[in-house]
């Protein structure tokens, strides 16, 4: 079986795949000073309660977290007897081009997102991911990586507005009944959702214009469904995608020296 391990800056995924499906997939906080063995005691009782038998044979991971790799690392040599292949490492073959400046370091989530969305939605792709940060990613003809977009997340900006304004008060993302809010917390909820919209379509509508073609639209991230609820420009929501992708990175990488 194969353990890939998708590390975000907020949370991380870890998903037990058995080679023709997902038998489950869990999420905790990322932290740097989580140690190898409280790792493989969570992760080991989250399977026996699922019911899921037998032996994780391989690892990957994708983390945005440098620090909490090395745990990992540790995580599967100790208890899987495995070298974990590491997106982003010059010996994982992501089986797509990375067309950006030289020297600039793509961010692993967005790289196997790329992989992710070309295997399930073809070419030129705008895949948005609703993250610590909101990525806009571009996806081209031949399924490369051809550069993208960041803003500041969904809760950074409502965590940011609730600190720098003392009067204004921490809130949930929701989508509001009504754009014009008539208190305090409906403003604030308005804004952020759609304003959020309103980048979300600005964006995509510009990346397009840029190409000179037609794109397709992907919605990904925990908020993704949310903010689908508001907008009809996403051609499809997939909140698996950076899973999926990890797994068909790892089947590619499967003959090498990683099994």
């Known amino acids: 079986m194969l353990l890939a391990i998708d590390v975000g800056n907020t ?28 790792y493989y005691v969570w992760l080991k ?3 026996e309660y ?16 440098p620090r909490v ?17 590491v997106v982003g490492k010059p010996d994982v073959d992501l089986g797509v081009p990375v067309r950006v400046d030289a020297d600039t370091r793509v961010g692993p989530d967005r790289l196997v997102n790329t992989v992710a969305g070309f295997n399930r939605f073809g070419p030129e792709l705008v895949i948005v991911d609703f993250g610590t940060a909101t990525t806009f990613d571009v996806v081209g003809h031949d399924g490369a990586y051809e550069g993208g977009i960041i803003a500041p997340g969904v809760n950074l900006s409502l965590e940011a507005l609730h600190q720098a304004a003392a009067a204004l008060p921490h809130i949930d993302v929701t989508k509001p009944d009504r754009v014009v809010g008539t ?21 995509c509508r510009r990346i397009a214009a840029e190409r000179g073609r037609d794109m397709k639209f ?9 903010f689908a609820q508001g907008s009809d420009i996403f051609d499809a929501i997939d909140t698996d995608l950076t899973i999926h992708g990890l797994v068909l990175i790892a089947s590619r990488n499967q003959e090498s020296t990683y099994v």
């Open 11 to 38: 949370n991380a995924v870890f998903a037990i795949h058995d080679g023709t499906r997902l038998l489950g997939q869990w999420r905790c906080v990322s932290d740097y000073r989580r140690t190898a063995d409280e």
């Open 45 to 47: 009782q989250l399977m």
């Open 218 to 226: 992907i919605g990904t991230g925990g908020l993704s469904p949310l």
């Open 69 to 85: 790799v090395f745990n990992l690392r540790v995580l599967s040599d100790r208890y899987f007897n495995c070298r974990p292949m």
């Open 183 to 203: 208190n305090t917390v409906a403003c604030m909820q308005s804004g952020i959702y759609w304003g959020y919209i309103g980048l979300v379509e600005g964006l």
């Open 50 to 65: 699922a019911g899921i038998a037998g032996a994780i044979r391989r690892v990957i991971i994708s983390s945005t977290v």
